[in-house]
């Protein structure tokens, strides 16, 4: 199986998708870079609320059946990582994805939506791959991304 790492997401929404996303494809367990605290709001009734639904809405429920893992030192993390650490990248010089050849224990990273991923992150990678675009949209939305990368890598795999 492949393991994947949200880095830094900024909206909860997004990384809720994320989520659900990955049980929905058998993924037993995510890894998290909470950078933003969405994970650990404020303890007051509107965050609690937030987080409610969030288990109950945004994931459908995948929240209660994997695992996450909040990643506190993503470079030591990821140093320490036994696969390949695989970025997802806009950028048109990495391999692109219907090229890209997955291998079991890679690691996927999925970067933050304004700044993507952070360059410390970035030089420590084994490969990249990136999405072309057809149209003019410079890029996506990074559940979306998540959605893509994660199908075809298991597609592969099977
Ligand atoms: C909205 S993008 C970040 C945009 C940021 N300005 C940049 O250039 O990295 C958020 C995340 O979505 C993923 N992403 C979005 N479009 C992508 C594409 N076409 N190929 C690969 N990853 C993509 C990457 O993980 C990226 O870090």
Redesign the pocket.
């Known amino acids: 199986m492949i393991n994947a790492i949200l880095y830094a997401p900024e909206y909860r929404p997004n990384m809720s998708s994320m989520i659900r996303s990955a049980e929905f494809y058998g993924m037993k367990k995510i890894y998290i870079y909470d950078k933003n605290n969405l994970l650990s709001p404020p303890n007051n009734k509107t965050s609690r609320a937030d987080m409610n639904h969030l288990a109950r809405v945004w994931t459908a429920g995948a929240i209660n059946h994997i695992e996450i893992e909040i990643i506190k030192d993503p470079i030591t993390f990821l140093k320490n990582y036994k696969g390949r650490k695989i970025a ?3 950028n048109e010089e990495s391999t692109e994805l219907n090229q890209f050849k997955f291998q079991e224990n890679d690691l996927i ?9 952070e360059q410390d992150a970035i030089e420590i990678m084994d490969a990249s ?5 057809i149209g003019h949209t410079p ?4 559940a979306v ?1 998540f959605g893509v990368i994660v199908h075809q890598a298991l597609r592969a795999l099977a």
């Open positions: 997802t990248l806009v990273l999925f970067g933050s939506e304004k700044e993507g991923l791959v990136y999405i072309p675009a890029c996506l939305n990074v991304t």
